[in-house]
């Protein structure tokens, strides 16, 4: 068994890297709007069904499709941020839970109007490439696609976020709101930018999932869920924390899954984020939250 | 507060009381009179969801008193309702308890187990707090699934045998009334009555200012404990009543879904409310038949298979609409609508 180990590792650090996606889509929400982003999981599902509508509807090359899907990406999170999260800004919490929980029930019944409650795949074989084995360890192309595209927009994002004026002004809003107002920074704009390009990496990650396993409104959506423990793992605040806990994730999924159960390491997640809420709950890389009287 | 025109709190008693004038026990003896002689009056289908109702209910006032009343957020509250009535069939079936014997016990640990969810609340709350019970949404219902299916029965449906008082047997929906509504009622009265005591007025305190209630000698890590063991054996009692309901144990019951809807009931009747957390349970509930019955002729309007995901849709869509709206247009929920109804109705003919 312990020499499957390497297997382990490296399979888990590839599924990590689409989770970490997922969980850096999260904590760029959280930055900027102090919004947690339950309905993640539906609007990752739904970037990967336009994908998957773009190559068999409309019999797109992949890439065409992945674009197409993309540009929804970009229509899908103004029209959220517009009509569901901007009348709730500065809302107790509750309600901000709420709402993105319920924009998560309404866009699963969206996806099961449109596409049906059947599992849809995409076709086989659109990406090029086949399993490559170093040593003892295969790695499906699949699986090294998702690493690689996910690795790219990591780059792409931190280039983003340290070398533009847009990243700087985000980067501004996500430490104080009033400030960046009264030095003249639109923040309804930078709030826009921002969940659009959360639901980017949510689509992203939706499409890569999806064209691993496949398609739909019952399950897609769970597999968003492994990013929570992520993110609290790595700290709301921190990109990098997403970054280092999506992987984390993955890894510990794949080598409890492997060594130990299967069945455990679909809840492995969860057992590693009460942990982590018990011991650190302001997670690996997140600030710790000081309260004066 | 706008109390009925002419009544007078001349004495701490009067004061306290909740139903006022005689008008108002006319009413209540009225409405509960009512309530007997409703599954003689009502058609089978019918009586179902009023029996729903009753046990969401019983259910939404542990949610009203831990997020109403103490502000935690709670996603696992279907999860602890799966452990009231996992463990109540499991008392029967396994261990042959009687009915009586085996409710009590399995509202005790579903108590118990909230009691430990509830344990990460001494140093998080909030938004941090949600994801721990979230948590307890994923892992409960896993460890139902996949530690012992032999006990559990996994993903699998197991019967229960249904309770008997005196050997009348509670086996029709008719009979099921008359066994959730006393629970139903007694936990509306006790969850009233909880609010006006002490411990009620710790839990506001909690939740209005931490800081504030904490220095006025609020302990703050006992009473949310004891909001999490309240809220957890309202849900193991819903739990059981659910078992009875059903005849039967279904892990699907007590999924993360169910949690939002429940979550869904106290923001549509608005927080801290208890008349509120009843119209949202009745709200969602009739919305939830509605949006069912409209599915299938809007259906007919499409080709089959388009119809038949449009059945499957409209549910969740209208549900998750619904709430937004709540959320954006009405925050304080159908309670504040019904406040003001109060208002007006009082002050009839004047406006103000």
Redesign the interface.
């Known amino acids: 068994m312990i020499s499957l180990l390497p297997q382990f590792v490296v399979t888990g650090l590839l599924t990590g890297s689409v989770y970490a996606l997922v969980a850096v889509s999260i904590v760029l929400v959280f930055k900027a709007t102090r919004i947690?982003n339950f309905a993640v999981g539906e609007l990752l599902a739904l970037g990967g069904y336009f994908c998957y509508s773009f190559v068999v509807w409309f019999h797109f090359p992949l890439w065409l499709a992945l674009l197409g899907a993309l540009m929804m990406a970009v229509v899908t999170g103004c029209l959220v941020e517009r009509l569901?999260l901007r009348?709730?800004l500065s809302?107790p919490?509750?309600?901000i839970?709420?709402?993105t929980?319920?924009?998560?029930?309404?866009?699963?019944?969206?996806?099961?109007?449109?596409?049906?409650?059947y599992d849809v795949a995409f076709p086989k074989n659109l990406l090029p490439g086949k399993t490559v084995v170093v040593g003892d360890v295969a790695m499906s192309h699949e699986l090294l696609w998702a690493g690689a595209i996910a690795l790219t927009s990591f780059a792409a994002l931190a280039y983003f976020f340290m070398k533009t004026q847009t990243g700087l002004r985000m980067r501004a809003v996500s430490e104080d709101h009033e400030l960046s107002m009264a030095c003249g920074i639109n923040i309804t704009v930078v709030f826009a930018v921002t969940w659009v390009l959360a639901v980017i990496l949510g689509t992203l990650a939706g499409s890569l999932m999806g064209y691993r396993l496949s398609l739909a409104p019952s399950y897609t959506p769970l597999l968003a869920?492994k990013a929570?423990?992520a993110v609290?793992f790595g700290g709301l605040e921190s990109m990098t924390g997403a970054l280092v806990g999506g992987l984390m994730v993955g890894l510990i999924e794949a080598v409890v899954g492997g060594l130990i159960d299967p069945?455990?390491g679909?809840?492995s997640a969860?057992?590693l984020?009460?942990i982590v809420?018990?011991i650190r709950?302001e997670g690996l890389f997140g600030l710790k939250r000081i309260?004066r009287? | 507060m706008w109390r009925p025109c002419g009544t007078f709190d001349d004495t701490y008693e009067k004061d306290m009381t909740i139903i006022r004038t005689p008008a108002e026990w006319v009413l209540t003896v009225a409405g509960l009179v009512a309530l007997c002689l409703l599954p003689v009056v009502l058609g089978g289908g019918m009586i179902t969801t009023l029996n729903l109702i009753g046990i969401s209910a019983v259910s939404i006032m542990g949610l009203h008193v831990l997020t109403g009343l103490t502000g935690q957020i709670s996603l696992g509250h279907g999860a602890f309702m799966g452990v009231g009535a996992y463990a109540m069939m499991m008392m029967m079936n396994l261990l042959g308890f009687s009915f009586w014997l085996a409710m009590p016990l399995a509202v005790l640990t579903s108590g118990l187990v909230g009691l430990f969810f509830g344990l990460p609340s001494l140093r998080i709350k909030g938004f941090y707090l949600a994801m721990a019970t979230l948590a307890a949404q994923f892992i409960i219902p896993w460890a139902i699934v996949n530690i012992r299916p032999d006990l559990t029965g996994g993903t699998s449906t197991l019967t229960v045998e249904a309770p008997s008082l005196f050997g009348f047997a509670f086996s029709s929906q008719q009979r099921i009334f008359y066994f959730v509504m006393p629970f139903a009622v007694l936990s509306i009265i006790l969850t009233r009555n909880l609010q006006r005591s002490k411990i009620g007025r710790a839990f506001v305190a909690i939740r209005d200012n931490d800081l504030a209630a904490e220095i006025m000698g609020v302990e703050i890590f006992r009473y949310k404990l004891l909001s999490f063991f309240i809220c957890s054996l309202y849900a193991g009692l819903a739990g059981c009543l659910l078992v009875v309901w059903m005849g039967a144990t279904n892990v699907d019951s007590f999924m993360l879904h169910e949690s939002i809807w429940y979550l869904g009931m106290i923001i549509v009747g608005g927080l801290g409310s208890v008349p509120g957390a009843i119209f949202g349970v009745i709200f969602i509930r009739l919305l939830e038949i509605v949006s069912q019955s409209i599915g299938p002729p809007i259906a007919g309007f499409f080709p089959d298979a388009l119809g038949a995901a449009l059945k499957s849709g409209i549910s969740p869509f209208i549900f998750g609409l619904v709430i937004l709206l709540f959320l954006a247009y009405e925050p304080r929920g159908l309670a504040h609508r019904w406040e003001i109804f109060k208002h007006f109705y009082r002050r009839w003919p004047f406006s103000h």
């Not at chain 1, 319920?102 to 109007?113: D, I, K, S, T, Y």
């Open positions: 947690f569901v009348p709730l809302q919490l509750l309600t839970i709420m709402a929980l319920a924009l998560g029930v309404l866009l699963r019944g969206l996806m099961l109007m449109v596409w049906t409650g869920l929570f423990p609290i069945n455990l679909e809840i969860y057992v984020l009460l809420l018990f709950p309260e009287i």
